[in-house]
C-alpha cells in the first residue's frame, strides 16, 4: 500500500519559501553575529530610562551597525585573502552560529526589563514587567529589516548603475562612478528634500507656536512687567516663553507669605525675537526695558541666556528670588524658536551672538555706575543657554571689572570653557564633579554638593556649574564609541546604575539616545534640576548667609513640590493633546 502523496504546494508557498530561503543565504551569519551581541549589549543599563518604543528603536538600530561591521569585517578577511572554512565544516559552523544568535536573542530580550529596572531603581521609579520585551523585539527586528531592505537597495541601484556604464566603460571606472551617482542621490534627496523641508515644517510649527498667546494671559496691569502699560516691549512680543517667564514672576505678597517676612516682587525683563528685527536692537531694547522698570535699583542683577525655544527654567530663577525676598532683577532675550537640538545643529552662531550682544549692552551700562550704588551682576543659562551664556564674556574683557559670579547648569558636551575645566582637574577628582585647583574660581556641584569644602573661601568672581553625572547633554562624547569615558570609570556618580557597563560604539549610541531622553527623567536625574539643588548652588555664588537650615530645608521642599506638579500638569497636558 503506497502511502497518500502530500498535498500539492500552493504557488504562494512556493514564493514564500525562495523568498526566505534566499533572505537568510544572502544574510551574512558573522553580521548576524555581531549585529546579535549589540542588541543584547544596547539592552544594557545606560543614564535614562527607557520606554519601550525608544529601547526597540535603539535595540534596532544598534543591530543594524554591529551586522554592517561585522559585514565590513569579513570583506576585509576576504579581501586579505584569508581562506573561510568550506563544505560540512562551514555549514556546521554556521548552524552553530545561528544557534547562538538566537539563545543571545531570547536571553538578551528576557533579562531586558531587569537592566531597565535597575536603572529605575536608582532614579526611584517603580518597575517595568516582562511584558514589554514582546514589543521591544518586534519593534527591534522590523528597524533592522527596513534598514537591511534599504541598504540592498542602494546596493541594487549601485548594481544597476554600474551595469549601465560598464557597457561605455571600464569595469572598475563604472563601478565608481555608480557609487558616485547613488551616494549623490541619496545626498539630494535627504537633504534637499527631505531634511530642508522638515527643518521649513518645524521652523514654521516653532514659530507659530511662539506667536500664540494662551487665552488665559492677557497682557499684564502691573507697570514693573514687561508687556505691560509703558513697557517699550508689547506684550504679544515677548514670544510665549517670554509671556510665560514674565507672567509667572511672583508678586510681592506671595514672596512675603513664602519667607515669612517684607519682600519685593522681583523683576523679570524679556524680548523676545519679535520685538526687534536684530541681536543688537533687541539687546538695546531689552537694556532700555530693564532701566524703566528699575532693575539696576535692585541688589542684584541677573542676566539670563534661554534654551533653544527661548525657555528661562522656573526652576532656576525662582530659588534666587526667593533667597533674596524679591530684591533681584532679571533679563533674557530669545535667540531662536527651535528646541536646543535643533537650535544647535541648525543656527548655533545665533544663540553665541545674541547672548554677547545681551551682555554687550548690560555690563557695557553696568560698569558705568558707582560700584557702591549698582547691583551685583551674575550670568545664568541652562544646557544650550549654558553654552552660550559661558561664550558671551571673555574674562580678559572684564578682568578689570568682573560681574560677581555664574551659574551654569546642565553645560552641553560642546561648551569650551567646561570641556577645558575639566580635563584641567585635580588628580583623583572624578570627571563627573571635578575640582579644579582650590576652588577659588571655579567648582562643581551636582544633587550632593561640591567637592570643595563650603568654608573654602571664593575669590572675587564665583563660577559654579550644576550639573547631573546622569545627564547625557553634559557627558555624551563620540570619541568614547572606541574608549571608556571617564565619567564612568574608575569611579561613577551616585545617579547611575552600579550594573552599567561600557562596549564600544554602542554605549555611545546608548547615551546619544539618552541625550533625547534626558528630559524625560525624574526631577534631580538628567536634565530636569530640581530647585532645591538650584537653591544650594545660588548660596554659593552669591554668598548668601541669612537663612537659617531649617528654613532653607523647608523653601527647597516647597519650590521642589510645586515645580513637580508643574512638570505632572505639563505631562498631562502634553498626553492629552
Not at 539592552?43 to 543591530?63: K, N
Not at 524658536?337 to 555690563?363: C, D, H, K, N, W
Amino acid at each position: 500500500m503506497q502511502p497518500p502523496s502530500a498535498p500539492p504546494e500552493s504557488a504562494f508557498t512556493r514564493l514564500i519559501r525562495r523568498v526566505s530561503a534566499r533572505m537568510f543565504a544572502t544574510i551574512s551569519p558573522a553580521g548576524t553575529l555581531l549585529g546579535t551581541l549589540f542588541f543584547a549589549a544596547s539592552l544594557t543599563p545606560s543614564l535614562i530610562p527607557r520606554t519601550p518604543v525608544m529601547q526597540g528603536i535603539l535595540a534596532g538600530a544598534s543591530m543594524a551597525a554591529g551586522y554592517a561591521l561585522g559585514v565590513f569585517l569579513r570583506w576585509i578577511w576576504r579581501y586579505l585573502g584569508l581562506r573561510l572554512p568550506s563544505g560540512h565544516t562551514r555549514e556546521r559552523i554556521v548552524t552553530a552560529l545561528w544557534i547562538a544568535c538566537a539563545l543571545i536573542f531570547v536571553v538578551a530580550l528576557w533579562r531586558a526589563p531587569q537592566w531597565q529596572n535597575m536603572v529605575r531603581h536608582v532614579f526611584g521609579m517603580a518597575p517595568v514587567g516582562h511584558a514589554v520585551s514582546l514589543q521591544v523585539g518586534v519593534i527591534a527586528v522590523g528597524l533592522f529589516a527596513l534598514l537591511l531592505g534599504g541598504v540592498r537597495l542602494l546596493r541594487g541601484l549601485n548594481a544597476q548603475f554600474s551595469r549601465g556604464l560598464a557597457t561605455k566603460l571600464p569595469q572598475r571606472l563604472a563601478n565608481l562612478l555608480g557609487l558616485v551617482m547613488v551616494v549623490t542621490l541619496v545626498v539630494v534627496v535627504g537633504n534637499r528634500l527631505l531634511v530642508r523641508a522638515a527643518m521649513e515644517l518645524i521652523d514654521s510649527s516653532f514659530r507659530q507656536a511662539d506667536a500664540m498667546i494662551p487665552p488665559d494671559q492677557a497682557p499684564p496691569r502691573e507697570r514693573y512687567r514687561t508687556g505691560g502699560p509703558g513697557s517699550f516691549i508689547a506684550w504679544e512680543n515677548l514670544g510665549r516663553m517670554g509671556r510665560r517667564f514674565v507672567y509667572s514672576a511672583p508678586g510681592s505678597e506671595e514672596m512675603a507669605d513664602v519667607v515669612g517676612s517684607p519682600a519685593q516682587a522681583p523683576l523679570r525683563v524679556y524680548a523676545g525675537l519679535p520685538s526687534a528685527p536684530t541681536a543688537d536692537e533687541r539687546a538695546r531694547l531689552a537694556l532700555a526695558e530693564l532701566k524703566r522698570v528699575g532693575g539696576f535699583s535692585r541688589g542684584t542683577l541677573i542676566i539670563i541666556t534661554p534654551t533653544g525655544t527661548g525657555w528661562v527654567d522656573p526652576a532656576a530663577i525662582e530659588p534666587i528670588e526667593y533667597l533674596l525676598r524679591g530684591d533681584v532683577a532679571s533679563v533674557a532675550m530669545q535667540y531662536s524658536y527651535l528646541s536646543s537640538p535643533l537650535s544647535l545643529m541648525i543656527e548655533p552662531e545665533y544663540g553665541e551672538e545674541t547672548s554677547q550682544a545681551l551682555f554687550r549692552e548690560v555690563y557695557g551700562y553696568w560698569r558705568t555706575l558707582p560700584k557702591d550704588r549698582r547691583p551685583r551682576l551674575y550670568l545664568h543659562g541652562l544646557s544650550l543657554g549654558a553654552l552660550n551664556s559661558e561664550r558671551s564674556v571673555e574674562l580678559f574683557d572684564v578682568l578689570g571689572d568682573p560681574p560677581q559670579g555664574a551659574l551654569w547648569s546642565g553645560p552641553p558636551f560642546a561648551a569650551r570653557k567646561w570641556r577645558r575645566l575639566t580635563l584641567a582637574r585635580n588628580p583623583g577628582s572624578p570627571a563627573w564633579l571635578p575640582q579644579v585647583r582650590d576652588g577659588s574660581f571655579v567648582r562643581f556641584m551636582n544633587q550632593h554638593g561640591s567637592q570643595v569644602p563650603a568654608e573654602r573661601p571664593w575669590g572675587v568672581m564665583r563660577v559654579m556649574y550644576l550639573q547631573y553625572a546622569s545627564d547625557a547633554v553634559t557627558f555624551f562624547d563620540h570619541r568614547d564609541a572606541l574608549r571608556s569615558p571617564a565619567w564612568l570609570y574608575p569611579t561613577r556618580g551616585p545617579d547611575i546604575a552600579p550594573q552599567m557597563r561600557w562596549y564600544p560604539i554602542v554605549s555611545t549610541m546608548q547615551v546619544a539616545l539618552d541625550m533625547m531622553l534626558a528630559n524625560e527623567a525624574p526631577m534631580g536625574y538628567g536634565h530636569v534640576y530640581a530647585p532645591s539643588h538650584y537653591l544650594a548652588a545660588w548660596r554659593e555664588v552669591a554668598g548668601i548667609e541669612d537663612w537659617s537650615p531649617q528654613d532653607l530645608a523647608k523653601l527647597g521642599h516647597m519650590l521642589d513640590a510645586r515645580r513637580a506638579a508643574e512638570l505632572a500638569r505639563d505631562d498631562e497636558a502634553e498626553g492629552g493633546g
